[in-house]
């Protein structure tokens, strides 16, 4: 079958969530499939970057710069249109001329959209081609959340995104003959009245790629990590390290916590004390995980699927979180992992971690192996393949 994918980000290196599920969809569906990528960019995508997926896509690849001048003015009128401030970002005339170009010319079989962001481009060929949305998670109800956590004289900004974006998810929803979400909890946000209609497809984890290191020494108590200048990101590491970390060194008083990931925002870069080290970005993630005894992932905003939290598991360390993001996972609290939800609530649960290795070790074993049977890559991309066919 042709594929056209259209993604908000180029697909490498897989240093986001979107990015990451974007990459190994396209891995799989490669194999079977041809497939024409257009993908758009903030950054600069290195040869290194595109000979990691320029292979994947047989039918050709499109990169597409987005710069700040173009940014700025297409946030501006949508912000006078009334679009989501998430749409015109990422909204560029001369893109649309290539998307559009490209359906004239690969007329694929099939087009698969990633994220709510990259729906504009489509909405003129509704009807006219087969197409899938992978909202991912929603966007909508991680500005909400945010908007009650923002400073005050920022809510009312993010209030109105949320509203925004609710109701350009609901109307993007006609555009599409399929749609796909990563939870169950994200599908229940969508305010459509079809969204039980929204097929669930999990991401999956590289088992190969992610293995346990037993022999590893641990330099660090607790570990968190992720794109470190994403919201729900930064404020989980604010919460770990100034109130439930001070919780735990109570009891365990050198107790240490690294917070690992790319582009570490003001606040973040802030936290680092004898206590706690920020180390920014890590060429291979695994030596953060192979260096922590407990993986904690405090999660108070944001939606969808915590690659972290899958990531962690497949390495075998026991894992703390919140229900917000173990409803999403679906782990069974206190044998998969620990679930908890206030700063003492979660302290408590870490405490108990470090002081009893049996314990932790039981922990890491049971959710290694149902990271390994409930997230498969190929299996969930057989999803997409199936519904592409319908």
């Known amino acids: 079958m042709k594929l056209l994918i259209l993604l908000s980000r180029f697909p490498y290196p897989l240093d986001k969530g979107d990015k990451l599920r974007a990459y190994h969809q396209l891995r799989c569906l490669a194999e079977d499939h041809e497939i024409c990528l257009f993908a758009l960019s903030?950054?600069?995508?290195?040869?290194?970057?595109e000979a990691a997926v320029r292979p994947l896509c047989r039918g050709g690849l499109v990169v597409q710069r987005l710069r700040r001048p173009g940014i700025a003015r297409s946030m501006a009128r949508a912000l006078a249109t009334g679009r989501p401030l998430q749409v015109g970002y990422f909204y560029d005339a001369g893109a649309q001329r290539r998307v559009?170009?490209?359906?004239?010319?690969?007329?694929?079989?099939?087009?698969?959209?990633?994220?709510?962001?990259?729906?504009?481009?489509?909405?003129?060929?509704?009807?006219?081609?087969?197409?899938?949305?992978?909202?991912?998670d929603v966007f909508s109800a991680g500005m909400g959340r945010r908007a009650t956590q923002a400073p005050a004289w920022q809510r009312a900004i993010w209030a109105l995104e949320a509203r925004r974006l609710t109701a350009y998810e609901a109307a993007a929803f006609d555009w599409f003959r399929h749609h796909t979400i990563i939870s169950d909890q994200d599908r229940q946000l969508i305010q459509h009245p079809g969204r039980e209609r929204i097929h669930i497809v999990l991401n999956g984890i590289d088992t190969d790629f992610f293995q346990p290191r037993p022999a590893a020494e641990k330099?660090?108590?607790?570990?968190?990590?992720?794109?470190?200048?994403?919201?729900?990101?930064?404020?989980?590491?604010?919460?770990?390290?100034?109130?439930?970390?001070?919780?735990v060194r109570q009891q365990h008083p050198a107790a240490r916590l690294l917070v690992a990931g790319t582009t570490p925002?003001?606040?973040?870069?802030?936290?680092?004390?004898?206590?706690?080290?920020?180390?920014?970005?890590?060429?291979?993630?695994?030596?953060?995980?192979?260096?922590?005894?407990?993986?904690v992932a405090p999660m108070r905003v944001g939606t969808g699927l915590q690659n972290k939290l899958l990531e962690a598991m497949a390495m075998a360390l026991p894992c703390v979180t919140t229900p917000l993001a173990n409803n999403a996972l679906r782990g069974r609290p206190g044998q998969d992992l620990e679930v908890a939800e206030t700063a003492a609530g979660l302290a408590g649960v870490i405490g108990r971690l470090l002081a009893e290795e049996g314990r932790a070790a039981q922990l890491a074993g049971q959710g290694h192996t149902f990271v390994k049977s409930t997230y498969n890559w190929t299996a969930a991309t057989d999803k997409l393949t199936a519904l592409f066919s319908c």
Not at 226 to 236: I, K
Request: include cysteine; charged fraction near 20%; hydrophobic fraction near 50%.
């Open 219 to 247: 330099e660090y108590d607790l570990l968190f990590c992720g794109n470190m200048a994403y919201h729900p990101n930064v404020d989980a590491a604010c919460y770990l390290a100034e109130e439930i970390l001070p919780l």
């Open 100 to 136: 559009d170009e490209m359906l004239r010319t690969f007329r694929p079989e099939h087009v698969y959209c990633q994220l709510i962001r990259m729906a504009e481009y489509l909405r003129k060929h509704a009807g006219q081609w087969p197409m899938t949305l992978d909202y991912m």
């Open 42 to 49: 903030d950054e600069v995508v290195t040869a290194e970057m």
């Open 265 to 295: 925002a003001p606040r973040v870069l802030a936290l680092a004390s004898a206590a706690v080290t920020v180390s920014g970005w890590v060429p291979d993630i695994r030596a953060a995980y192979a260096a922590a005894r407990v993986f």
